[in-house]
């Protein structure tokens, strides 16, 4: 029977001070002066659209995305938190994170968005080698990050990520690890290690840079592993590491088929609506100004679908199976709606290829079927 599980928060602030050549996150280089009075105010307004539809739910997360939300004051901030709280229950407990890039803040603001109830910061660090960073179109220096870290510390934040890329172009086995032995001096207990990726409709995509050779990526990529098992991390995700306890509840609720209101240009939400028997998917409109014009009227919505009974295998296993914790059966059947006997054929195949394994209670995915997961994701699509 459908239920409805945890719900989170997204609000996506869109504006960076220069768009990076690798980048196709919704995000867009600001021109003149930030609009951040009229923004807060569109997104507290878009919010108005989703509230009948969880009346009565609690959030267990929040998290302000972007573009680079710290480019926002503390003040805008605490008012779009109070803002939310006014509308909404949020957990004792909530986990409430906010993104930064170490080249878009001013230090004494992480003070201010702590005392406005973020309590987690991800920080945009890529690289510590100042040659990579200026070849990633960044803003900032391997100082200003480093900076910006302890500015965090500082401020007391107990929880905060870093995110770190590698396999970059020219970049050595020993050039990634430099950087990895460089974010783990400051112990972080959550690190995000990306892959660089060359996105459609980017500058990158446009004029590739010259990226390391397969067989270099693969061993840096184990090599990294073992650095940042040693630390203490473990991967709970194919990018995603942390110590124990430390994981993002946030991300983990997306991961494992949770709702989310997806507030603020181009976000995209997912609300379980149980009485209609149906799971509906959402988007924004993507561009900031019609974004913010759509204050005038409440016409925040670009696009709104029913996920159709046959997708929702698909769309479960997707991220579910990037997770290495076993998914319980009672999971599947509750986030979905539908009986285990609809996975019956596609169980079986992924069971005779050593993918997956199951008993009663829960669906276990095997070595093997972390290695080959585009493969296993693939056998959930509709026939
Ligand atoms: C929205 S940004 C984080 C906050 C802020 N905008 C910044 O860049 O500092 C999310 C993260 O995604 C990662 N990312 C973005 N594009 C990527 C790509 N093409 N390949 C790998 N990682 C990417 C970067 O590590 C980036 O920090
Ligand atoms: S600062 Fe972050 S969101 Fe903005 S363009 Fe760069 S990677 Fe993308």
Same mark, same amino acid.
């Given at each position: 029977m459908l239920t409805p599980p945890p719900l989170s928060l997204y609000l996506h602030l869109p504006w960076c001070i220069a768009k990076c050549p690798y980048c196709d996150f919704n995000s867009h280089a600001l021109a003149g002066e930030l609009p951040e009075g009229d923004y807060i105010d569109a997104l507290l307004?878009?919010?108005?659209?989703?509230?009948?539809?969880? =009346?009565?739910?609690? %959030?267990s997360s929040i998290f302000i995305g972007g573009g680079t939300p710290s480019l926002f004051s503390a003040d805008a901030i605490d008012r779009l938190l109070s803002g939310v709280r006014a509308r909404l229950?949020?957990?004792?407990d909530a986990e409430i994170t906010m993104e930064a890039n170490p080249g878009a803040v001013?230090?004494?603001?992480?003070?201010?968005?702590?005392?406005? /109830?973020? &309590?987690?910061?991800?920080? /945009?660090?890529?690289?510590?080698?100042?040659?990579?960073?200026k070849r990633l179109g960044r803003i900032h220096s391997? *100082?200003?990050?480093?900076?910006?870290?302890?500015?965090?510390?500082r401020a007391g934040f107990?929880?905060? &990520?870093?995110?770190?890329? =590698?396999?970059? !172009?020219?970049? *050595?086995?020993?050039?990634?690890?430099?950087?990895?032995?460089?974010?783990?001096?400051?112990? !972080?207990?959550?690190?995000?290690?990306?892959?660089?990726?060359?996105?459609?409709?980017?500058?990158?995509?446009?004029?590739?840079?010259?990226?390391?050779?397969?067989? @270099?990526? =693969?061993d840096m990529q184990q090599t990294c592993q073992e650095r940042l098992l040693d630390a203490g991390l473990t991967s709970y995700e194919i990018s995603a590491w942390a110590a124990p306890g430390q994981a993002s509840r946030h991300n983990l609720n997306y991961w494992c088929f949770g709702d989310y209101l997806g507030i603020g240009a181009g976000a995209h939400g997912k609300i379980t609506l149980p009485a209609k028997g149906h799971i509906l998917r959402t988007r924004?409109?993507?561009?900031?100004?019609? +974004?913010?014009?759509?204050?005038? &009227? /409440?016409?925040?919505?670009?696009?709104?679908?029913?996920? !159709?009974?046959?997708? %929702?295998?698909?769309? +479960?296993?997707?991220?579910?199976?990037? %997770?290495d914790q076993p998914v319980p059966w009672?999971?599947?059947? *509750?986030?979905?709606?539908?009986?285990?006997?609809? @996975?019956?054929?596609?169980?079986?195949?992924?069971?005779?290829?050593?993918? @997956?394994?199951?008993?009663?209670?829960?669906?276990?995915?095997?070595?093997?079927?972390?290695?080959?997961?585009?493969? %296993?994701?693939?056998?959930?699509?509709?026939?």
């Open positions: 307004a878009d919010l108005e659209v989703d509230l009948p539809r969880v =009346w009565g739910r609690t %959030l229950a949020l957990a004792p001013e230090h004494d603001r992480f003070e201010g968005y702590r005392a406005a /109830g973020v &309590n987690r910061i991800s920080l /945009g660090v890529q690289s510590f080698d100042n040659e990579q960073l391997a *100082t200003e990050a480093s900076r910006a870290i302890e500015a965090v510390t107990e929880r905060f &990520n870093l995110d770190l890329m =590698w396999a970059l !172009p020219g970049q *050595t086995i020993e050039q990634a690890l430099a950087d990895l032995e460089q974010a783990l001096a400051f112990e !972080p207990r959550h690190l995000s290690h990306y892959q660089l990726t060359i996105e459609p409709n980017t500058v990158f995509a446009a004029r590739p840079p010259e990226l390391p050779e397969e067989e @270099i990526i =693969w924004r409109k993507s561009h900031p100004r019609p +974004y913010l014009k759509a204050q005038e &009227n /409440g016409s925040f919505i670009a696009e709104e679908a029913i996920v !159709p009974d046959e997708q %929702l295998p698909f769309e +479960y296993f997707l991220n579910r199976f990037r %997770l009672t999971e599947f059947e *509750t986030r979905t709606g539908l009986d285990r006997e609809r @996975i019956a054929e596609s169980m079986d195949r992924a069971r005779e290829l050593g993918l @997956i394994d199951s008993d009663e209670t829960c669906i276990f995915r095997t070595a093997r079927g972390k290695r080959y997961l585009n493969d %296993l994701q693939a056998l959930f699509l509709p026939r």
